[in-house]
């Protein structure tokens, strides 16, 4: 009898693209079913704290307070340049109003909400809502500004919000490192035999995907948010890169620096 595993990653474009030939069965663990779990980020990074699934997508803030109990995989993360989260409002603010503004998240141990903290420290008056409802919650005038990540930094402008900083771009300037989002971890509780199992696994899937795009689109169309397809192309070409595939060492250091900035800022 094959064991089963819980495989959780969000519904986006780039996942959905990396994982479909998981999800299809076309790629195995020995012994063991991949089951695929579907939440956005947020809820998969609350689902892990309380160790609900074997193998999950996470953010790296989570993974960063997560990390005895997660095993960072090699493949799978989110990581690169000019992919970051960006901060948006329903007009032209500047910086010294975040003070008495409303902003609205997409989740508290987000990396979209670290670098927020890390870039406007003085922003208090926050809420969070999945990534989905950010454009909402503008519109509703719950929030004076919010910061949206996935496929929404493509649509943004079209939806009539004016971008305030890309904090992908101030992140690039500061560091000069790839901005790492997300991951894929395993419970280190698997043992380090399995979990090389389960990276060799997401590595194949991915490059499955890469040969194959075509064979993706109707797994990435049965749970996009955004279907113009001009859009899942960037998303997917956006966060879907030589980093998913392999963590190098600048990868690496990038980690370590976001790690850095955290625990001095207090957010760690």
Known sequence: MS??????????????????????????VSGHRMKPVLHDVETLNDMAFVDELDVTKLSFYAWLKLKKRYQLLNS????GFGCG????????????????????????????????KLWAPEATQKTFVPYDRIFETLKSGIADCG??????????????????????????????????????AAKRELGDALIKQI????????????????????????HAQEMDEKVLH????????????NLPKEGQRAIQVLEKMAKEAGAL
Request: hydrophobic share 40%; charged share 20%.
């Open 3 to 28: 064991k089963e595993l819980t495989f959780g990653y969000s519904p986006c474009p780039n996942d959905t693209f990396m994982f479909n030939a998981i999800a299809r069965g076309d790629v195995k």
């Open 76 to 79: 799978g993360s989110a990581m």
């Open 85 to 116: 989260p960006v901060l948006i409002a329903n007009a032209n603010i500047h910086r010294s109003e975040l003070k008495e503004l409303r902003i609205v998240l997409p989740g508290k141990w987000t990396t979209a909400h670290l670098l927020f």
């Open 147 to 184: 910061v949206i990540i996935h496929e929404s930094r493509f649509t943004f402008e079209s939806e009539g919000f004016v971008p305030v900083v890309d904090l992908g771009q101030w992140w690039e300037k500061k560091t000069g490192l790839p901005i790492p989002l997300g991951c894929i």
């Open 199 to 222: 990276d060799n696994a997401v590595n194949r899937s991915i490059k499955t995907a890469n040969a194959n795009p075509d064979q993706t689109i109707p797994y990435i169309q049965e």
């Open 234 to 245: 960037s998303h997917i070409s956006t966060f879907v890169n030589d980093f998913s595939l």
